[in-house]
């Protein structure tokens, strides 16, 4: 332990100001002692914005907590700074970015949060897809939609895959509450391509759509 301010805190969660040489939290993004910007230290996106490495987040929390610190580390508070702490507070930036993005959609926060846990993520890897239910699935879909020949036919595809992509976060959620790591991969694996599948419905109806226009 290191006595002071910062006697509560175990050394290796401490690292060296690089302004005043003093100890601060491998969190924190200011100095407790100076009050310069820190450089943006190895941490996992769910600690840099305050949270615990959960599948489920309170999303409003979440933005609010992001714009926060983003605030906090806005260029135009640093304009008279030091070059070297105002490209600190840019990568401060960056790094809060990267963490909101990933945490605030969830097939990118649940690949996250498996890659966290030391579970290689499937849904990073080839489009090649390795699960026969999945496979099938999946062509089915797309075969359903090639038939489609009206946008009320699209429609509902769209619909039936959103309430699908819905009831999959839940089922994602109660995966991972359970620690089912192998479960919860294979779950948004689904989510990826029923992602997929959406987009492509919308592209469809789209093409429905013009192709009527056409015709009148």
Not at 165 to 177: G, N, T, V
Request: net charge negative.
């Amino acid at each position: 332990m290191i006595g002071g301010d910062n006697k509560a805190i175990p050394r290796a969660a401490l690292a060296e100001c690089w302004s005043c040489k003093g100890p601060v939290s491998i969190k924190a993004m200011f100095c407790h002692t100076c009050g310069a910007v820190q450089p943006p230290r190895q941490s996992d996106h769910f600690s840099r914005l305050g949270f615990g490495p959960d599948f489920d987040l309170d999303l409003d929390l979440l933005e609010k907590r992001y714009l926060g610190f983003q605030r906090s580390v806005h260029p135009d508070r640093f304009a008279t700074k030091p070059a070297k702490e105002r490209a600190m507070a840019e990568q401060q930036s960056v790094s809060l970015n990267q963490a909101f993005e990933t945490l605030s959609d969830p097939l990118r926060r649940a690949a996250y949060l498996l890659e966290l846990k030391g579970q290689a993520a499937a849904v990073d890897r080839d489009q090649t897809i390795a699960d026969p239910e999945l496979l099938m699935e999946v062509l089915e879909a797309r075969e359903a939609l090639s038939e489609a020949e009206s946008v009320a036919a699209v429609e509902n595809l769209a619909i039936k895959s959103g309430a699908d992509a819905i009831k999959l976060l839940s089922e994602i959620s109660k995966a991972f509450a359970a620690d089912d790591l192998v479960a919860a991969n294979k779950l948004t694996t689904r989510l990826k391509y029923l992602r997929k599948f959406l987009e492509e419905t919308r592209a469809r109806r789209v093409a429905l759509e013009d192709l009527d226009h056409e015709s009148n």
